[in-house]
């Protein structure tokens, strides 16, 4: 079983940043692809941003493109979401995703493991 642990959500003005923190544990992290997904209040859980095992690989949501990066330090077991030019559509619980690192295939990675969910709020 894999826990995954997010931090580093807050309350941020539009045009700011803010960087997710995910740690993981319960199986070797570099046999993990990681991601992240979002779910505003009304709408469905979608994806936003993945990353390979090695971390070589990344694929990101058409909204977010060029605004948020993922990457990860296998040394500390840890993937982060840096997330800049906030804008207030991007308000919602963003959660950590984990599964098998050969099942990675960028959007479409299948994920297994799921955190608690790290509130972002912006603010307009």
């Known amino acids: 079983q894999v826990q995954l642990v997010e931090s580093g959500g807050g309350l941020v003005q539009a045009g700011g940043s803010l960087r997710l923190s995910c740690a993981a544990s319960?199986?070797?992290?570099?046999?993990?692809?990681m991601g992240w997904f979002r779910q505003a209040p009304g709408k469905e859980r979608e994806f936003v941003a993945a990353?390979?095992?090695?971390?070589?690989?990344?694929a990101f949501a058409d909204s977010v493109k060029g605004r948020f990066a993922i990457s990860r330090d296998n040394a500390k077991n840890t993937v982060y979401l840096q997330m800049n030019n906030l804008k207030p559509e991007d308000t919602a619980v963003y959660y950590c995703?984990?599964?098998?690192?050969?099942?990675?295939?960028?959007?479409?990675?299948?994920?297994?493991?799921w955190g608690q969910g790290t509130q972002v709020t912006v603010s307009s």
């Open positions: 990353i390979s095992g090695s971390g070589i690989s990344t």
């Open positions: 995703a984990a599964g098998r690192a050969d099942y990675y295939s960028g959007v479409n990675t299948r994920f297994q493991y």
């Open positions: 319960g199986r070797t992290f570099t046999n993990l692809a």
